[in-house]
Structure formats: C-alpha cells, structure tokens
C-alpha cells in the first residue's frame, strides 16, 4: 500500500510538471521589431533647414504585421504621429520641416545638439499594437567635412624655449576618426613632434588629440600633452571660416602654461 502511495504520488507530481509546462508554452508569444537600414544622414543641418531632411529604409522582423505607425518627438516630448506603413521595406524621409510641424516648433528655434526622435508601433495581423524600443535619432547640426592637407602657421604665446621657435609653418594632414571626430599629424604645429620639446624632452608628435566641429565652431575636452590636460585657450579662437575653409585652433597645455594659435588654409 505504501508502494502503491508514492507511486500514484509521484505520478501526480510528473502530471503537475508537464501541465506547468504546457502553460508556460501557451503564454509565451512571438513579438516583432522593426529594422532600420540604408540611413542617408544623421542629422538636420540647421544652416540648411528648410531643405534638409534624413532617410532610411523600414522593415519588420517577427511575426506578420498589417502596419507600422511612425511617431516623432523633439527633446524628449509628446510623440506626434507622422505616417503608417504597411508595405515593406518602406523608405522613409523625415524633413526637418515635417519634424518641426509635427512636434509644434519653429524651425527657426532649432538649437545645435537638439534631438527629433522616430519611434515605431507595429500592428500585429493577430491584433496587436507593438511600441517598439527601436528608434531613430536626428539631430540638429551641421555637416562637417575638415579632413585634408593644410598649411599651417603656428604663433606661440609660451614655452620654455622662447623667444627662439615663436613661430612655426608646415604642412599638416587633417584626418576624419569613425567617432566623427577629427586628428591633426601635430596639434603643437611641430613644437613637440620636429621642434626644440622633441629633442629637449623626447616627445612626439600630438597625433592623438582629437578634437569636433559643430556648425562652424571647434571644439574639444578630455585631450592632453604629456604632462597634463591640453585644452581649448579661453577666450581664444577656435572656429571654421565657412567662406575660405581656413581652421584656426587656440590650445593651452594646463601643466606647464604652452600655448599657441594654429591656422591651417587648405592646400
């Protein structure tokens, strides 16, 4: 009878386990995501508003759907919806104009770094409305395009072997990092790569700074020399001509006082 017990015991048990298993199964359920590919640009170009504008392609991975409603938001604000697809994939295009009227802003009012957000709901064939945790960030900016040869004259306001090597011109390669951002062959202008620090303290060239441009301006953080933070000098210049592409740059090293004022004119 014991015998007898345990064995309709443990059968009751196995039972239970399956069950339990079968409804895990039934509660789990496929979803579907939306996939962004082919993105033509990235941001909005604000000395351009009126005709720029970003595109990519739309399409589905998941279960089947009927559609997918695209919404946007600027800054972080209430979504507004701007089109439904239902054919894929869909190309998509986003004018900075759109974006503006969709999320009440003047395109006028547009500030650099600010963000239009496109965001995806998909409707299931099976009756579901899916928000997605995919999105698409544009950006107000401007494009940049600094990457080349210059010649560059350099003025300098310290270092320890002045008056001699006040000045110095070379020729300087600008080069473009995936980051976006941007490397000079010498940040120094030569002083620490071919000038009296690389034979006096055995430096080499500032390759490795690297530095952006946004709408004209250059800017930086976080860079050095070798003995401490390399900064932008303030009150200095440090911007981009748009009509001659001349790049003037004004660093200072924080651990010794050096300085100088970059020019490159592209060659």
């Given at each position: ?27 789990f359920?496929?979803g ?27 399409n ?12 946007i ?89 002045l ?10 390669t ?94």
């Amino acid at each position: 009878m014991k015998n007898l017990f345990r064995s309709g015991l443990v059968l009751v048990v196995f039972s239970l386990f399956f069950m339990a298993c079968e409804e895990e199964e039934a509660r789990f359920v496929e979803g579907v995501v939306p996939e962004i590919s082919n993105i033509e640009g990235t941001i909005f170009n604000l000395t351009d508003v009126s005709n720029t504008s970003v595109s990519f392609d739309l399409n589905t991975i998941g279960v089947p759907v009927n559609s997918v409603d695209a919404y946007i938001n600027y800054n972080g604000g209430a979504s507004s919806q701007i089109g439904t697809y239902s054919t894929f994939p869909s190309n998509i295009t986003v004018t900075a104009t759109e974006a503006a009227a969709a999320t009440g802003v003047n395109t006028s009012d547009i500030m650099i770094g600010d963000v239009f957000q496109v965001s995806f709901v998909c409707n299931t064939q099976d009756g579901r409305a899916l928000k997605s945790n995919v999105t698409m960030d544009i950006v107000g900016s401007c494009p940049s395009a600094l990457e080349g040869t210059y010649s560059v004259f350099t003025t300098y306001g310290y270092h320890d072997y002045l008056p001699d090597y006040a000045e110095t011109t070379m020729e300087l390669t600008i080069s473009r990092l995936e980051n976006g951002n941007y490397v000079s062959t010498d940040f120094s202008g030569g002083l620490y790569g071919s000038g009296p620090y690389s034979v006096e303290y055995n430096t080499g060239p500032l390759d490795a700074v690297e530095f952006s441009e946004v709408c004209g301006e250059i800017m930086w953080s976080g860079q050095s020399d070798p003995w401490g933070d390399l900064v932008m000098t303030a009150g200095g210049v440090n911007q981009v001509d748009p009509a001659t592409g001349v790049i003037t740059i004004s660093w200072t090293a924080n651990a010794y006082g050096e300085n100088g004022v970059s020019v490159y004119t592209p060659l």
